[in-house]
């Protein structure tokens, strides 16, 4: 008996078994021969960034953190610029964290800034939430105004692990980031953050400061949007 011709349907889904097998014997030999697949690369922050309605002043690297005590994390990069407006300082850090879990209560708490603060005594946040930027902690501390936040990879910022994971689930595991993965070029469950500490001294009027601020927050992360490290 003569074997039967190929049907159309057998005829359409050879290409694609090929074309499959190919996909994967090509990611197996990158990964083997390309020993950055997979593996951070090295980033600095620019030295110059501008922030609309303030002067920049000057800018100077923070020194990288491998795994801090708290939370397991790592500090890849950082950069703290200064700007002023008439006679009001404006100060931002940035920090490129990764294998982080997004809880910037943690980061902050162990900041050198709040190092000073009195046994028992509470660092207050406000979370607020912005349709144009995301969650971001509010908090004022010695006549400083706060803003502490992550800025994501993908979508918006958050500031707790439960927004961070969220974050995760509904931009980093989706069927379009498959092939990037299987590449190297990106991370499934992308565990990156740009963690953001800005202030500036509360003044005369405090909601006048606060306003201040979370405009220059909303400009900062417009910058960012987009313009995340790349791996």
């Known amino acids: 008996m003569s074997p039967s011709p190929p049907t159309s349907a057998t005829r359409l889904w050879l290409p694609i078994l090929a074309l499959n097998v190919l996909i994967v014997v090509g990611v197996a030999v990158r990964v ?137 689930e509904l931009y980093d595991t989706v069927m379009g980031r498959v092939i990037p993965w299987l590449l190297g070029r990106d991370r499934w469950r992308d565990d990156r953050c740009l963690w953001t500490l800005m202030y500036m001294p509360l003044g005369d009027d405090p909601d006048q400061t606060q306003d201040q601020l979370e405009a220059a927050w909303r400009d900062w992360f417009d910058t960012w949007e987009g313009q995340f490290p790349p791996l």
């Open 32 to 168: 083997f021969t390309d020993p950055r697949v997979g593996n951070l690369q090295a980033y600095e922050f620019p030295e110059t960034i501008e922030i609309e309605g303030w002067n920049f002043t000057d800018s100077e690297s923070i020194k990288p953190v491998e795994k801090p005590e708290y939370e397991g994390s790592s500090y890849r990069a950082g950069r703290h610029y200064r700007y002023r407006q008439g006679r009001t300082p404006l100060d931002v850090e940035i920090r490129y964290v990764t294998e982080t879990l997004g809880g910037v209560d943690l980061f902050t708490r162990e900041h050198e800034r709040f190092q000073g603060k009195a046994d028992g005594e509470e660092i207050v946040a406000l979370i607020r939430q912005s349709p144009e930027t995301g969650a971001f902690a509010q908090l004022t501390y010695d006549d400083y105004a706060y803003i502490s936040t992550c800025i994501n990879p993908r979508g918006l910022s958050t500031v707790s692990p439960d927004q961070f994971q969220r974050n995760q």
